[in-house]
């Protein structure tokens, strides 16, 4: 079995910065791609950002210099700093664990909840 588990989320102004974080812990070593992935009200989930243990990070189009995904593999831990957030990127934010890129995440934490107030 395998755990994430999210913190950080909250309220931020437009124009402010938060820093997700998510703690793996169990058996993790089936898990080589760590990513964020948001649902906002009425919209499907999306992916965010992604790394590979590696380090290597990929992003959606539209957090591209605002957001930035780092991993540190000793701490199983995956962060995800946002900067200069909007009000679209308000939304419920999820940490995944995946086996590799491309394919689909077998492992999602619970959810933290980002708010971005004009």
């Known amino acids: 079995q395998v755990q994430l588990v999210e913190s950080g989320g909250g309220l931020v102004q437009a124009g402010g910065s938060l820093r997700l974080s998510c703690a793996a812990s169990g058996s993790i070593f089936s898990i080589n791609v760590m990513a964020w992935y948001r649902q906002a009200p009425g919209k499907q989930r999306e992916l965010v950002a992604g790394i590979t243990r590696r380090g290597n990070p990929y992003y959606t189009d539209s957090v591209k210099g605002r957001f930035t995904i780092s991993i540190d593999n000793a701490k199983n831990t995956v962060y995800l700093q946002m900067n200069s957030l909007k009000p679209e990127d308000t939304a419920v934010y999820y940490c995944?664990?995946?086996?590799?890129?491309?394919?689909?995440?077998?492992?999602w934490g619970q959810g933290t909840q980002v708010t971005v107030s004009s």
């Open positions: 995944a664990g995946a086996p590799r890129i491309g394919t689909s995440p077998n492992y």
